[in-house]
Protein backbone atom coordinates (compact mmCIF):
# COMPACT_ATOMS: atom_id res chain seq x y z
CA UNK A 1 0.00 0.00 0.00
CA UNK A 2 1.10 3.23 -0.99
CA UNK A 3 1.71 5.61 1.96
CA UNK A 4 0.83 9.10 2.38
CA UNK A 5 -0.39 11.55 4.25
CA UNK A 6 -3.36 14.08 3.46
CA UNK A 7 -2.80 17.97 4.39
CA UNK A 8 -6.38 19.33 4.52
CA UNK A 9 -8.32 22.53 4.97
CA UNK A 10 -11.83 20.63 5.45
CA UNK A 11 -14.33 21.63 3.35
CA UNK A 12 -17.05 19.47 1.41
CA UNK A 13 -14.35 18.30 -1.06
CA UNK A 14 -11.70 17.68 1.16
CA UNK A 15 -13.89 15.19 3.13
CA UNK A 16 -15.07 13.64 0.14
CA UNK A 17 -11.28 13.43 -0.57
CA UNK A 18 -10.82 11.55 3.01
CA UNK A 19 -13.60 9.46 2.68
CA UNK A 20 -12.58 8.02 -1.04
CA UNK A 21 -9.12 7.73 -0.07
CA UNK A 22 -10.52 5.54 3.14
CA UNK A 23 -12.48 3.41 0.94
CA UNK A 24 -9.99 3.09 -1.73
CA UNK A 25 -8.38 0.47 0.48
CA UNK A 26 -5.55 0.87 -1.70
CA UNK A 27 -3.67 3.64 0.59
CA UNK A 28 -1.64 3.39 3.61
CA UNK A 29 -2.71 7.35 5.34
CA UNK A 30 0.16 7.78 7.87
CA UNK A 31 -1.89 11.45 9.16
CA UNK A 32 -3.81 13.60 8.15
CA UNK A 33 -2.67 17.34 8.24
CA UNK A 34 -4.67 20.14 8.44
CA UNK A 35 -4.50 23.76 7.55
CA UNK A 36 -6.39 26.93 7.77
CA UNK A 37 -8.06 27.60 4.18
CA UNK A 38 -11.70 26.93 3.33
CA UNK A 39 -12.39 27.51 7.12
CA UNK A 40 -10.36 28.71 10.21
CA UNK A 41 -7.69 25.92 11.61
CA UNK A 42 -10.19 25.30 14.86
CA UNK A 43 -13.02 24.82 12.45
CA UNK A 44 -11.29 22.22 10.05
CA UNK A 45 -9.73 20.25 12.57
CA UNK A 46 -13.53 19.88 13.89
CA UNK A 47 -14.81 18.97 10.61
CA UNK A 48 -11.73 16.54 9.77
CA UNK A 49 -12.17 14.44 13.36
CA UNK A 50 -16.21 14.31 12.92
CA UNK A 51 -15.35 12.76 9.34
CA UNK A 52 -12.83 10.19 10.84
CA UNK A 53 -15.61 9.63 13.34
CA UNK A 54 -18.18 9.24 10.86
CA UNK A 55 -16.09 6.89 8.82
CA UNK A 56 -15.30 4.88 12.11
CA UNK A 57 -11.83 5.39 11.62
CA UNK A 58 -11.29 8.12 14.01
CA UNK A 59 -8.84 5.50 16.75
CA UNK A 60 -7.21 4.40 13.77
CA UNK A 61 -6.11 7.84 11.80
CA UNK A 62 -4.83 11.17 13.64
CA UNK A 63 -5.06 14.41 12.78
CA UNK A 64 -2.32 17.24 13.10
CA UNK A 65 -2.90 20.55 13.48
CA UNK A 66 -0.78 23.11 11.43
CA UNK A 67 -0.90 26.59 10.73
CA UNK A 68 -3.50 28.73 11.71
CA UNK A 69 -2.71 31.16 9.23
CA UNK A 70 -0.65 31.42 5.71
CA UNK A 71 3.11 32.80 6.11
CA UNK A 72 2.46 36.55 4.91
CA UNK A 73 -1.31 37.58 3.81
CA UNK A 74 -4.22 37.73 6.19
CA UNK A 75 -6.21 34.52 6.32
CA UNK A 76 -8.79 33.95 3.62
CA UNK A 77 -11.88 31.67 4.23
CA UNK A 78 -14.26 30.31 1.33
CA UNK A 79 -17.52 29.96 3.25
CA UNK A 80 -19.55 30.57 0.10
CA UNK A 81 -19.14 27.22 -1.37
CA UNK A 82 -18.53 25.33 1.55
CA UNK A 83 -21.19 26.95 4.12
CA UNK A 84 -20.65 28.98 8.16
CA UNK A 85 -19.15 25.72 9.25
CA UNK A 86 -17.58 24.33 5.58
CA UNK A 87 -18.99 21.16 5.17
CA UNK A 88 -22.58 22.22 4.73
CA UNK A 89 -23.88 21.72 8.56
CA UNK A 90 -23.61 17.77 7.16
CA UNK A 91 -21.81 16.60 10.50
CA UNK A 92 -23.65 18.39 13.16
CA UNK A 93 -24.86 15.26 14.38
CA UNK A 94 -21.81 13.94 15.74
CA UNK A 95 -20.88 14.39 19.00
CA UNK A 96 -17.35 14.16 19.86
CA UNK A 97 -14.45 15.37 22.03
CA UNK A 98 -11.87 16.73 19.18
CA UNK A 99 -8.54 15.14 20.88
CA UNK A 100 -5.37 17.48 21.42
CA UNK A 101 -2.15 16.13 20.53
CA UNK A 102 1.15 17.86 20.84
CA UNK A 103 2.74 17.43 17.41
CA UNK A 104 2.62 20.05 14.89
CA UNK A 105 1.78 19.62 11.64
CA UNK A 106 5.19 20.32 9.55
CA UNK A 107 6.63 18.35 12.40
CA UNK A 108 4.58 15.46 11.44
CA UNK A 109 5.67 15.79 7.88
CA UNK A 110 9.39 15.69 8.09
CA UNK A 111 9.09 13.06 10.74
CA UNK A 112 7.55 10.81 8.77
CA UNK A 113 9.32 11.64 5.68
CA UNK A 114 12.95 10.77 7.32
CA UNK A 115 11.31 7.58 8.43
CA UNK A 116 9.92 6.56 5.15
CA UNK A 117 12.60 7.95 2.81
CA UNK A 118 11.81 7.43 -0.79
CA UNK A 119 8.18 5.94 0.13
CA UNK A 120 6.01 9.05 0.92
CA UNK A 121 3.28 10.52 -1.42
CA UNK A 122 2.24 13.87 0.18
CA UNK A 123 -1.61 14.32 -1.14
CA UNK A 124 -2.04 18.34 -0.56
CA UNK A 125 -5.57 19.85 -1.10
CA UNK A 126 -5.67 23.02 1.01
CA UNK A 127 -2.84 26.24 1.26
CA UNK A 128 0.37 24.75 0.78
CA UNK A 129 1.24 26.37 4.69
CA UNK A 130 1.87 23.49 6.06
CA UNK A 131 4.54 22.07 3.47
CA UNK A 132 6.67 25.43 2.82
CA UNK A 133 7.39 25.58 6.87
CA UNK A 134 8.37 21.79 6.08
CA UNK A 135 10.40 22.84 3.48
CA UNK A 136 11.86 25.39 5.38
CA UNK A 137 12.30 23.53 8.47
CA UNK A 138 13.88 20.75 6.87
CA UNK A 139 15.32 21.37 3.05
CA UNK A 140 16.78 17.44 2.89
CA UNK A 141 12.71 16.87 2.62
CA UNK A 142 12.93 17.20 -1.35
CA UNK A 143 15.17 14.01 -1.33
CA UNK A 144 13.11 11.98 1.49
CA UNK A 145 9.64 12.59 -0.08
CA UNK A 146 8.70 10.01 -2.96
CA UNK A 147 5.85 12.90 -4.88
CA UNK A 148 3.50 15.45 -3.86
CA UNK A 149 0.37 15.80 -5.24
CA UNK A 150 -1.24 18.99 -5.09
CA UNK A 151 -5.16 20.26 -5.76
CA UNK A 152 -4.46 23.89 -6.74
CA UNK A 153 -3.82 27.06 -9.38
CA UNK A 154 -5.17 26.87 -12.79
CA UNK A 155 -3.42 26.92 -16.08
CA UNK A 156 -5.37 28.01 -18.93
CA UNK A 157 -6.68 30.54 -16.75
CA UNK A 158 -8.05 33.34 -18.96
CA UNK A 159 -10.37 34.58 -16.62
CA UNK A 160 -11.88 31.49 -15.05
CA UNK A 161 -9.96 31.59 -12.06
CA UNK A 162 -12.54 30.86 -8.81
CA UNK A 163 -11.33 33.55 -6.53
CA UNK A 164 -9.72 36.28 -8.46
CA UNK A 165 -9.97 36.00 -12.31
CA UNK A 166 -6.93 34.01 -12.57
CA UNK A 167 -5.99 32.75 -9.53
CA UNK A 168 -7.79 29.39 -7.85
CA UNK A 169 -8.25 29.42 -4.21
CA UNK A 170 -5.50 27.12 -2.71
CA UNK A 171 -2.86 29.18 -4.17
CA UNK A 172 -4.54 32.25 -3.72
CA UNK A 173 -5.18 31.53 -0.35
CA UNK A 174 -1.11 31.40 0.33
CA UNK A 175 0.83 32.76 -2.53
CA UNK A 176 3.66 32.93 -0.84
CA UNK A 177 3.79 29.35 0.29
CA UNK A 178 3.17 28.14 -3.28
CA UNK A 179 6.13 29.55 -4.09
CA UNK A 180 8.38 28.04 -1.45
CA UNK A 181 6.30 24.49 -2.47
CA UNK A 182 7.04 24.73 -6.08
CA UNK A 183 10.75 26.27 -6.14
CA UNK A 184 11.89 23.30 -3.38
CA UNK A 185 12.94 21.08 -5.97
CA UNK A 186 10.36 18.14 -4.73
CA UNK A 187 8.77 15.75 -7.24
CA UNK A 188 5.38 17.25 -7.46
CA UNK A 189 1.75 17.23 -9.64
CA UNK A 190 -0.30 19.85 -10.00
CA UNK A 191 -4.02 18.81 -10.07
CA UNK A 192 -5.32 22.30 -11.48
CA UNK A 193 -9.12 23.42 -12.10
CA UNK A 194 -8.60 22.72 -15.52
CA UNK A 195 -8.88 19.03 -15.09
CA UNK A 196 -10.98 18.85 -11.36
CA UNK A 197 -13.51 21.05 -13.42
CA UNK A 198 -14.23 18.59 -15.51
CA UNK A 199 -14.96 16.04 -12.73
CA UNK A 200 -18.49 17.10 -11.70
CA UNK A 201 -20.69 15.30 -8.86
CA UNK A 202 -24.01 15.57 -10.12
CA UNK A 203 -27.51 15.33 -8.80
CA UNK A 204 -27.76 11.61 -10.67
CA UNK A 205 -24.56 10.49 -9.51
CA UNK A 206 -25.51 11.49 -5.99
CA UNK A 207 -28.78 9.22 -6.23
CA UNK A 208 -26.50 6.50 -7.42
CA UNK A 209 -25.46 6.37 -3.91
CA UNK A 210 -28.92 6.09 -2.47
CA UNK A 211 -29.10 2.37 0.38
CA UNK A 212 -25.36 3.32 0.91
CA UNK A 213 -23.89 4.09 3.67
CA UNK A 214 -22.92 7.62 2.41
CA UNK A 215 -25.71 8.83 0.55
CA UNK A 216 -26.97 11.08 3.24
CA UNK A 217 -23.84 12.98 3.99
CA UNK A 218 -22.63 13.08 0.55
CA UNK A 219 -26.53 14.74 -0.17
CA UNK A 220 -26.36 16.75 2.85
CA UNK A 221 -22.98 17.85 2.30
CA UNK A 222 -23.05 18.90 -0.89
CA UNK A 223 -26.09 21.21 -1.01
CA UNK A 224 -24.73 24.55 -0.57
CA UNK A 225 -21.66 23.95 -3.19
CA UNK A 226 -24.19 22.50 -5.68
CA UNK A 227 -26.57 25.52 -5.30
CA UNK A 228 -23.57 27.58 -5.77
CA UNK A 229 -22.75 26.35 -8.65
CA UNK A 230 -26.61 26.04 -10.04
CA UNK A 231 -26.11 29.91 -9.63
CA UNK A 232 -23.07 30.39 -11.21
CA UNK A 233 -22.80 27.96 -14.02
CA UNK A 234 -26.92 26.28 -14.21
CA UNK A 235 -25.44 22.84 -12.82
CA UNK A 236 -26.43 21.00 -9.97
CA UNK A 237 -23.74 19.58 -9.28
CA UNK A 238 -19.95 20.15 -7.27
CA UNK A 239 -16.43 19.73 -8.64
CA UNK A 240 -14.66 16.79 -7.14
CA UNK A 241 -11.46 18.52 -6.63
CA UNK A 242 -9.44 17.28 -4.06
CA UNK A 243 -11.06 13.80 -4.56
CA UNK A 244 -9.18 13.77 -7.79
CA UNK A 245 -5.97 14.96 -6.02
CA UNK A 246 -5.84 11.55 -4.18
CA UNK A 247 -7.68 9.80 -7.54
CA UNK A 248 -4.09 11.02 -9.09
CA UNK A 249 -2.09 9.77 -6.27
CA UNK A 250 -4.26 6.42 -6.16
CA UNK A 251 -3.21 5.83 -10.04
CA UNK A 252 -1.50 8.53 -12.20
CA UNK A 253 -3.19 7.05 -15.48
CA UNK A 254 -6.39 9.25 -14.41
CA UNK A 255 -4.63 12.03 -16.22
CA UNK A 256 -2.35 13.40 -18.99
CA UNK A 257 1.08 15.48 -17.84
CA UNK A 258 3.27 17.40 -19.18
CA UNK A 259 6.23 19.04 -16.79
CA UNK A 260 7.13 23.21 -17.29
CA UNK A 261 8.13 25.73 -15.36
CA UNK A 262 5.79 27.38 -13.04
CA UNK A 263 5.62 30.19 -10.84
CA UNK A 264 3.49 32.04 -8.59
CA UNK A 265 2.69 35.68 -9.22
CA UNK A 266 2.85 37.01 -5.19
CA UNK A 267 3.27 41.05 -5.83
CA UNK A 268 0.12 42.40 -8.27
CA UNK A 269 -2.80 42.79 -7.04
CA UNK A 270 -5.01 41.92 -9.86
CA UNK A 271 -3.25 39.14 -10.28
CA UNK A 272 -1.94 37.80 -6.72
CA UNK A 273 -1.75 34.07 -6.54
CA UNK A 274 -1.89 33.28 -9.85
CA UNK A 275 -0.16 30.01 -11.32
CA UNK A 276 2.07 31.11 -14.01
CA UNK A 277 3.23 28.73 -16.52
CA UNK A 278 6.10 28.79 -19.05
CA UNK A 279 4.84 26.93 -21.77
CA UNK A 280 6.92 28.13 -24.57
CA UNK A 281 10.43 27.70 -22.36
CA UNK A 282 10.60 31.88 -22.58
CA UNK A 283 12.34 32.07 -19.37
CA UNK A 284 14.99 29.76 -19.79
CA UNK A 285 14.05 28.00 -16.44
CA UNK A 286 14.18 24.06 -15.42
CA UNK A 287 10.58 22.70 -15.35
CA UNK A 288 9.82 22.12 -12.31
CA UNK A 289 6.24 21.05 -12.09
CA UNK A 290 3.93 18.61 -14.00
CA UNK A 291 1.04 19.76 -14.67
CA UNK A 292 -2.60 17.95 -15.97
CA UNK A 293 -3.81 18.69 -19.38
CA UNK A 294 -6.35 16.29 -19.46
CA UNK A 295 -8.56 14.05 -17.33
CA UNK A 296 -10.21 10.34 -17.90
CA UNK A 297 -12.97 12.14 -15.93
CA UNK A 298 -16.10 8.82 -16.51
CA UNK A 299 -13.35 6.26 -15.85
CA UNK A 300 -12.71 8.58 -12.52
CA UNK A 301 -15.80 9.16 -11.73
CA UNK A 302 -16.52 5.35 -11.74
CA UNK A 303 -14.03 4.23 -9.51
CA UNK A 304 -14.78 7.43 -7.52
CA UNK A 305 -18.54 6.30 -6.75
CA UNK A 306 -17.76 2.21 -6.53
CA UNK A 307 -15.72 3.29 -3.58
CA UNK A 308 -18.12 5.32 -2.14
CA UNK A 309 -20.76 2.57 -2.77
CA UNK A 310 -18.68 0.06 -0.75
C1 LIG B 1 -9.99 24.16 -3.82
O1 LIG B 1 -10.37 25.22 -2.93
C2 LIG B 1 -11.15 24.74 -1.88
O2 LIG B 1 -12.26 25.55 -1.69
C3 LIG B 1 -11.50 23.32 -2.22
O3 LIG B 1 -11.56 22.53 -1.05
C4 LIG B 1 -10.40 22.87 -3.14
O4 LIG B 1 -9.30 22.36 -2.40
C5 LIG B 1 -10.62 24.40 -5.16
O5 LIG B 1 -10.20 25.61 -5.70
CA1 LIG C 1 -9.51 21.81 -0.03
Same mark, same amino acid.
Given at each position: ?7 ? !?? $? ?16 ? *?? +? ?7 ? =? ?19 ? *? ?6 ? #? =? ?8 ? /?????? &?? +???? !? ?6 ? %? ?5 ? !? ?18 ? =? ?6 ? *? /???? /? ?11 ? $? ?5 ? #? ?25 ? %? ?8 ? /? ?9 ? %??? &? ?21 ? $? *?? +? ?7 ? @?? @? ?12 ? @? ?9 ? $? ?12 ? =? ?23
Amino acid at each position: MKKVIIDV !DT $GVDDALAILYAVQSEQLD *IL +GITAVSGNV =PLEQVTINTNRMLNLIGINDK *ITVYKGAS #R =PLLREPFHEF /RVHGED &GI +GGAL !DHIDMEIP %ENEVFAA !DFIIEQAKKHKGELTLIMVG =PLTNLALA *I /RKEP /RLAEWVKDVVIMG $GIVESAG #RGNTLPTSEFNIFADPESAKIVFHSGL %EMTLVSLDVT /RKVMLMEEHIN %ELE &GTKYFDFVKNSTGIYRNFSAGLY $G *IN +GCALHDPLA @VG @VALDKSFVKTEKYY @VDVETKSDLSY $GQTIVDFRGLLKKE =PNVNICTDVDHERFLKMFLDCLKK
